[in-house]
């Protein structure tokens, strides 16, 4: 609402009852048993220990001894017990006592739960109004499949439907919804413990449909979370897209390609997890041939289909498309446009102008992806499906080489890894790392701490607990003596789990690694299972994105291949609410950093923003393990084609963005990918080298291949790249904007408008120049 604007009584009024009405928390797990009541339990505890009024009512422990055990310090509210017609225990509110009683805040399991025949409410989610409209705060629990919009699709994929729901717009009533994520393995684990009881759903002993429901969460979430960051950003005045998710539009006019398009658009839609949009627009008053009245009935059709939001815009002139376009774009925080290559040659483009070059003129802040028109060089007239090539399945009865029978006996040697990630520092990876080792050492398994930071948080060190902890390494470095992680004396001790905090940290100069990661990779190596921790903002693809949401540029970061490495990956999820009231608190950093850092990181839009990436890019992992267990059962589903991407760099302050950005792409295509530098005229300078080196270190982190050649300036060079991409068979070029230029441009083609000339073959995505600035 604007500042100055006078509220009406209506929304004064809403405002009153706002401040009487207590708040609403919703916790959400991707199954039963994935910790959502233990959690919402140890919520309770913490918020009674700052002088809360907290009381429990039907809660549902499943004689677990750890949810047990966290209701020990909670006053207990009795519930109401009764048998459904399958003779099953059920616990309805016992309203009147609690409205007696007047607590600050009630804890309750199973925000679905359908109340007994008689009771004043039919279910528990209008118990729960009733409580809050009386002033009582509510933290409750669902699982995924229990929301109704979700639970059809979950049922196609799975076979699992609930007994009992509540509407999907509920969530929009909580003032704060967080995800509990767990990985398939650990609720594998806690189903052959029998944990969860005997009345576990068949379905659930499978890992497919694990990692299904856990995806659904954890984009479900995302999507909430996404919300609240564009309102977050509207209330600022902040414009263009926030960077933390995807929003396709497809440029697509009525003619016999413009469903190539769309499918193209939904096809990047998906494997980018998405928004679709698609606009035609057309020149008033221009009347719609019959044939173009039939593309326009088949394109309606698809978009209906694949779910995109479709416009149909007016345009006085055709020459005012490329304005209207980017217009468009930003006012619905586009990413990334999608069109056809231009039909026009050289000639034609300067006197006429071409629609891409109109576009780029007008835009920095989003990618323009061109499609290639294959019916020219190929003649195809249909979106190309091919089978996709890599990896052939291995035939089970080839005996294998020596080679690759010791690469084999190699990783069956080697220890496994877990992962904890968060949004950011404070979100309790460590807290969770800490009391998964005293677990693990509780069932006999023999862990110890290798590297613990706890930033001087009593919780933390107190979850240490009778973990032993192996002495750090100490190393002399310009006078003064550092300490660091010991990991001759962890392999020399060889425990079967280590504990090693804070993944992407960088090892004092002289130690026997650059990087942490390293030692941990060493350690693996030598048999020995690490659980970790890292932030998103330190992987190294999500850099440039972490930079464009919150104006850091991370220095610190660790290879996506870690990740990808990891037999385990679980996100802590914490709301940007709780996050700011722990800072306040001075539970993540000392009390005279507080207000720069919620000043400056910690900023509330920041925090959903990290949230947002985080959520999505975990979404993201589980949906490439699920791909790799059962490629029909993912959920952007496959690519349809092999490709070869091309990333174009120079030595400027871009390269990095396209490498990474190549790298994302390459990685979720299932693509081969390779990066190439063109020196021009004379040999390169020092600096030159030495940038040269940088870009050669980031593409091998990332998995790929640095290629440099050389080639006379002007078009010689942009003619011997044209080459080179023909020679890999290049299918998808990555390039930066070319820089604007006024009178120069006549006289000097650059290279972006001679490759969109002459490399119409090629899909082409033009990356955006973000500036990394802070938000305000």
């Not at 609403?24 to 919402?40: C, D, E, N, P």
């Not at 995109?308 to 774009?329: D, G, N, S």
């Not at 693996?524 to 972490?546: C, K, M, P, R």
Request: aromatic share 4%; proline share 3%.
């Amino acid at each position: 609402m604007p500042p100055y604007k006078r509220k009406t009584p209506e929304e004064i009024l809403y405002s009153i009852y706002r401040l009487h009405r207590g708040r609403l928390k919703i916790i959400i797990g991707s199954v039963s048993g994935s910790g959502k009541t233990y959690h919402m339990l140890e919520e309770g505890k913490l918020l009674r220990k700052r002088g809360i009024d907290v009381v429990c009512c039907a809660v549902s422990t499943m004689q677990r001894a750890e949810t047990v055990q966290q209701m020990e310090e909670l006053e207990r509210i009795p519930s109401i017990h009764w048998m459904n017609r399958s003779g099953r225990e059920k616990k309805d509110l016992p309203l009147e006592t609690l409205i007696e009683r007047n607590p600050e805040v009630v804890l309750v399991d199973g925000l679905a739960h359908r109340n007994r025949e008689g009771a004043r409410h039919a279910t528990r989610l209008e118990d729960i109004r009733y409580l809050m409209d009386n002033g009582i705060s509510v933290i409750t629990t669902v699982n995924v499949y229990e929301l109704e919009g979700m639970q059809e699709p979950i049922f196609q994929m799975t076979g699992i439907r609930a007994e009992e729901t509540v509407s999907l717009d509920t969530l929009e009533l909580a003032d704060e919804v967080r995800l509990i994520d767990v990985s398939p393995e650990t609720i594998l684990k806690r189903v052959e413990e029998g944990v969860l009881g005997d009345e576990t759903h068949p379905a659930l002993s499978r890992r497919g449909n694990l990692a299904v429901l856990r995806e659904a969460a954890l984009r479900l979430v995302a999507e909430g979370v996404n919300d609240s960051l564009e309102k977050h950003r509207e209330e600022n005045g902040l414009s263009g897209p926030s960077g933390a998710a995807e929003r396709i539009l497809v440029s697509a006019q009525y003619h016999w390609n413009g469903s190539l398009y769309v499918r193209r658009g939904q096809q990047i839609a998906k494997r980018l997890n998405g928004e679709l949009m698609v606009a035609t627009f057309l020149v008033r008053g221009k009347a719609l041939t019959r044939e173009q009245q039939t593309f326009k009935q088949s394109i309606a059709k698809l978009v209906q289909r694949v779910g995109a939001h479709y416009e149909e815009l007016e345009l006085m002139h055709p020459r005012q498309f490329a304005p209207a376009l980017v217009r468009y774009a930003e006012q619905h925080n586009v990413t990334r446009i999608v069109m056809g290559h231009s039909k026009k040659n050289r000639r034609q483009e300067r006197w006429q102008g071409g629609s891409a070059i109109r576009v780029l003129r007008r835009t920095r802040s989003m990618d323009l992806f061109l499609m290639a028109d294959r019916a020219e060089r190929e003649g195809e007239r249909i979106l190309p499906i091919k089978a996709a090539g890599g990896k052939q399945p291995e035939e089970p009865f080839h005996r294998p080489s020596s080679q690759e029978l010791q690469r084999k006996i190699e990783r069956i040697r080697q220890g496994t890894l877990k992962v904890y990630i968060g949004a950011a520092p404070g979100v309790g990876k460590t807290y969770k790392m800490l009391q998964e080792g005293n677990l693990l050492l509780h069932k006999g398994i023999d862990a110890v701490v290798g590297l613990l930071e706890t930033h001087g948080r009593r919780e933390t060190r107190e979850q240490i607990g009778a973990l032993d902890i192996i002495p750090r390494a100490r190393i002399s470095y310009q006078s003064t003596v550092l300490e660091e992680m010991d990991t001759d004396a962890i392999i020399k001790r060889h425990p079967e789990v280590v504990l090693v905090d804070e993944l992407a940290h960088t090892n004092v100069p002289g130690s026997s690694n650059r990087k942490r990661y390293e030692d941990v990779m060493r350690l693996l190596e030598n048999g020995i299972s690490v659980i970790t921790t890292v932030n998103v903002q330190h992987l190294e693809s999500l850099n440039d994105a972490v930079a464009q949401l919150t104006g850091v540029r991370v220095r610190e970061t660790v290879p996506d291949a870690i990740l990808k490495r990891a037999n385990e990956v679980e996100l802590i999820d914490v709301t940007p609410q709780m996050l700011q009231e722990r800072m306040r608190e001075g539970k993540i950093y000392a009390p005279d950093k507080v207000n720069q850092a919620l000043e400056s990181f910690f900023k509330l839009g920041n925090l959903i923003a990290l949230r947002e990436l985080a959520l999505r890019e975990i979404a993201d992992d589980v949906d490439e393990r699920l791909e790799a267990w059962d490629r029909d059962a993912a959920r952007r589903g496959s690519w349809g084609r092999q490709e070869a991407i091309f990333v174009c760099v120079d030595l400027g302050p871009q390269a990095e963005r396209l490498i990474r950005r190549g790298f994302r792409l390459a990685h979720r295509l299932k693509a081969q990918w390779v990066v190439h530098y063109v020196q021009c005229g004379s040999c390169r300078t020092a600096e030159e080298e030495k940038r040269l080196e940088t870009l050669r270190l980031l593409t091998g982190r990332l998995g790929g291949t640095l290629e440099v050649s050389e080639a006379a300036g002007g078009t010689r060079a942009h003619r011997h790249l044209l080459e080179r991409m023909n020679e890999l068979h290049t299918t998808q070029l990555i390039i930066g904007q070319p820089k604007r230029r006024r009178w120069n441009g006549w006289l000097k083609e650059s290279l972006v408008h001679y490759l969109l000339r002459n490399g119409r073959h090629m899909d082409m995505l033009i990356v955006a120049d973000f500036d990394t600035r802070k938000p305000s």
